[in-house]
């Protein structure tokens, strides 16, 4: 069973807001990604890291940021929160040792701005 | 552009009966294939990979790669009503780190 968890699962905010969604994952994996995905549509990528201080941004343009300090943290902020931000945000992670690219998901983080 | 091709569905099966599930990819390199299954309001959880061609079978699931035709599908024997779900198809190169995801395919199993 995967170890990687997002908090919140559900957080409900006013537009402007400032929020942050937090991923952490316990395996030690050094690639890490963020994935949006509306109800019933296919996944997005957003963002993704290689490891320590390094992140890129993915083939959805996103006004979100991304950070990563630590190896098991890979938080998502977003500075002033929309509704056109409303979706769901997934956190993934991999270790690529062998080259699987097997990608293991947090529970998702599901955003409403109203 | 890296495409990876799935029919949205839905794919309606009885219960019991083999559903099939197919996926078509357009890099000639890709090396690594996987079946994701999701369920609505969930994340994806990976059921199977497949890295060489022919068939790889776990369970009641069987995938199947065929390079030459670039095309991968997943055979779910014995469905049942539990396996209804989304069925992501993801591709990735040898040279990358990312998986290119397909759309999905709703699967339902009705009784």
């Known amino acids: 069973e995967a170890d990687i968890y997002q908090t919140p699962r559900y957080l409900v905010i006013g537009t402007g807001k400032k929020i942050t969604l937090e991923c952490s994952q316990t395996?030690?994996?050094?690639?890490m990604y963020w994935y949006q995905q509306d109800p019933g549509m296919e996944l997005h990528l957003i963002h993704y890291?290689?490891?320590?201080?390094?992140?890129e941004k993915g083939d959805l343009s996103s006004e979100s940021t991304v950070s990563r300090i630590r190896t098991e943290h890979f938080p998502l902020t977003l500075e002033s929160a929309r509704p056109s931000h409303t979706s769901q945000y997934l956190c993934?992670?991999?270790?690529?040792?062998?080259?699987?690219?097997?990608?293991?998901f947090g529970e998702g983080s599901r955003l409403t701005v109203l | 552009q890296k495409e990876v091709e799935q029919n949205s569905g839905p794919l309606s099966v009885p219960e019991g009966a083999i559903a099939s599930l197919n996926c078509t990819y357009s890099?000639?390199?890709?090396?690594?294939f996987f079946w994701y299954r999701q369920y609505s309001g969930k994340s994806p959880e990976l059921i199977m990979s497949?890295?060489?061609?022919g068939d790889k079978e776990d369970g009641r699931f069987t995938a199947q790669l065929n390079k030459a035709s670039q095309y991968v599908s997943l055979l779910i024997r014995d469905s049942q009503p539990s396996d209804s779900a989304t069925y992501l198809c993801?591709?990735?190169?040898?040279?990358?780190?990312?998986?290119?995801f397909g759309r999905g395919t709703s699967l339902i199993v009705h009784p």
């Open positions: 993934a992670s991999t270790d690529l040792a062998g080259n699987t690219g097997e990608l293991f």
């Open positions: 395996m030690g994996h050094d690639k």
């Open positions: 890291s290689y490891g320590v201080n390094s992140t």
């Open positions: 890099d000639r390199v890709s090396q690594s």
């Open positions: 497949i890295y060489s061609n």
């Open positions: 993801a591709v990735k190169t040898g040279g990358s780190y990312i998986p290119t």
